[in-house]
Each structure stands twice: as C-alpha cells, then as structure tokens.
C-alpha cells in the first residue's frame, strides 16, 4: 500500500501564497506521475496539476501562471506552489499517484488519494 499525506493547506487573502506538499511512503513503484486535484462542495473533483515520472507537467488552464508542480529528486514529495490565490481556488486539495510513466487528467486513472487539504482565500 502506499499512503499520500498533504500539508500546508489553511487561509490567506487574495492574492497571497501557498506551499502545499505531499508525502508519499509504502510500498515503491517503478514509476509513477503525481498529480493534484481540488474539489468543492457538490462539485466533482477537477484536475489541476500533474508531474509525470520523467519531470513533464501538465497544468489545468486557470491555473497556469499561478500554481507551480515540483518534486523533490527522489520523487517521494510533490509540492504545488499556489501564488496569486483567488476565491475561486477554494477548495478541498488532493495529491494522488497513478502507476506508470504518463500522467493524466482524470481521476479515475489514479491509484492512490491522500485525505485532502483544506485551501481557503478570502475575498
């Protein structure tokens, strides 16, 4: 089993920063491409970031510009640095992991969830 734990999540103003990282520990992989999602109240949970195994990112469109994908080299931290924060990036955050070297957008194609993150920015 592999276990996905995030940190750094909490509130900041419009227009402030947030770090959040995500901890991978368990069982190890070949390869795999990391990803993060966000989801809100009673909608479904949308992709926002994706680093794949050999360093590819891929970023959902209202976020590029703003949200950065990385990854420590031994490819157990991911980190999204969040800048220019909005209302609208409130949310619940998630990392996830997808067996393989490609990443994807769709979270159903992810194997592993981490409990989520609260991101709250207020107006």
């Known amino acids: 089993q592999v276990q996905l734990v995030e940190s750094g999540g909490g509130l900041v103003q419009a227009g402030g920063s947030l770090r959040l990282s995500c901890a991978a520990s368990g069982r190890t992989a070949s390869s795999y491409a990391m990803g993060w999602f966000r989801q809100t109240p009673g909608k479904e949970r949308e992709f926002v970031a994706v680093i794949s195994w050999s360093g590819s990112t891929n970023y959902a469109d209202f976020v590029k510009g703003r949200f950065t994908i990385s990854r420590t080299n031994d490819k157990n931290t991911v980190f999204l640095q969040m800048n220019s924060l909005k209302p609208e990036d409130t949310a619940v955050y998630y990392c996830?992991?997808?067996?393989?070297?490609?990443?994807?957008?769709?979270?159903?194609?992810?194997?592993?969830w981490g409990q989520g993150t609260q991101v709250t920015v207020s107006s």
């Open positions: 996830a992991r997808k067996l393989g070297v490609v990443g994807t957008t769709t979270p159903a194609r992810y194997d592993y």
